[in-house]
Structure formats: C-alpha cells, structure tokens
C-alpha cells in the first residue's frame, strides 16, 4: 500500500490517520481467500448503480503481511490497479479514494490532486469519531466510525459548490474480516448532512463476506 498510500497519509498526526494507515487490518485473516465489498451509488446528479470489488488476500507471513490483488468494479466499469505485495494494511479504501479524487476531476473540472491534498490534510487533522453497531453474521458487533468534510473551509470551495459539503465516512471494526467495513462519501444537499437525511449523492464501498480458499 505504500505508492498509494503515501498520497493520503500524514503519518502520526491523528487517530482516524493512525486508523487507517499505521494499522493492521489484515491480522485478522489467516488464509489466504477473497474480501468481497459491495458498491453502491445512489445519485440524483447522474445515473446511480452497483457493483462489487474483490480482494485476494495471498501469501500470508508470519509477520501478518500478505500480498493483495483487487478486481475493482466490474465489466467496462473495471479499473486497472496493480497487486500490491506485503501488506499490512487492507489498500482497498485507498483504492476507493484513489477512485474517488479522480471522480471529483471528472464531476467538477478541477485538479484530482488537490482534491487528494485535502483529503489528506482533513484526515491529518483528525475526525468526528462515533462508536456504532455493525450487522454480521447476524449478530452485532462492535465498529468505529469517522466522518470528515475535507472541503468544507476551503476558500476556494465556491469552485466546486456543490460538493463543498461532502462526507467521508470511514468504518472499522476489528470483527470484520480485514477490519474495513465501509467507507462511505455524501454529497449532502445543503451544508450538513444526518444518518436518515436525503442526500445528493450516497456512495459507498461496504464489507460483504470473506471466503477462504
């Protein structure tokens, strides 16, 4: 995960970057197998959908370390990512926002770099923390939730204005198989945005299942 997730990280300045980043998500995955998460847009901008992004977990070391292919999205939708090997950390939120600044150029006209920038300085800053309940295996169990608007004191934010507002939502739980569980972005339709409101734009990536070879 380091190429990409250098972009993002600012080692050491907050816990939701410690989270994140520093963490070893996959200690709890002790063979090799696939993480299945499900993604879903709801938009009232464009065309919403769904699609899956799978994870291979393989050649896990004693150190905890595995090496980690993806097939993100699927059909024409498929975006090309390269394995990455030794892992401690599960890559695909940083995939996701890999994804996600790039969606931002593309909706906006601006520089998917600087979306990343801010991502990245809000993360370092550190989050609105939450304990919350997670459904699995029908059971509940225990997560961490973190929520930051990464945009919403930027001056030049009138550029962009409809996605000035924008949510990222990060979920954890050490249950969960590969301990990312959703991360989730809102586009809300004013300046804030509540669990229940309406939004422009829902989009998610959300744990599913894990299948041992």
């Known amino acids: 995960m380091v190429l990409f997730s250098n972009a993002f990280a600012e080692p050491g300045f907050s816990e939701v970057n410690n989270e994140l980043f520093d963490k070893a998500h ?4 002790t063979q090799p197998g696939t993480l299945t998460y499900k993604y879903k847009k709801e938009s009232f901008v464009e065309d919403s959908r ?19 292919s993806f097939d993100f999205f ?12 030794n892992q401690r950390g599960n890559g695909v939120f940083v995939l996701f ?6 969606e931002m150029k593309r909706l906006t006209g601006g520089e998917w770099r600087y979306f990343q920038r801010k991502l990245r ?11 919350v309940d997670i459904d699995y295996n029908g059971k509940k169990v225990k997560g961490t939730q973190y929520i930051v608007q990464p945009y ?15 949510y990222y939502i990060f979920t954890l739980s ?6 990312i569980y959703e991360v989730r972005t809102i586009v809300p339709d004013g300046d804030t945005w509540h669990e229940g409101q309406a939004a ?10 894990y299948k041992p070879e």
Not at 26 to 29: A, P, Q, S
Not at 121 to 131: P, R, Y
Not at 200 to 209: G, H, K, N, R
């Open 26 to 29: 996959l200690k709890n995955i």
């Open 50 to 68: 769904e699609d899956t992004i799978k994870v291979h977990v393989s050649n896990i070391r004693n150190t905890g370390r595995s090496d980690l």
């Open 74 to 85: 699927t059909n024409q939708y498929k975006r090309p990512y390269e394995p990455m090997e």
């Open 97 to 102: 926002l890999e994804f996600d600044v790039h």
């Open 121 to 131: 300085w809000a993360l370092a800053a550190g989050a609105e923390k939450k304990q």
């Open 152 to 166: 919403i004191n930027d001056p030049k934010n009138a550029r962009y204005k409809l996605y000035a507002s924008k």
């Open 174 to 179: 050490e249950d969960i198989p590969g301990e």
């Open 200 to 209: 422009l734009v829902d989009e998610s990536i959300t744990f599913e299942s």
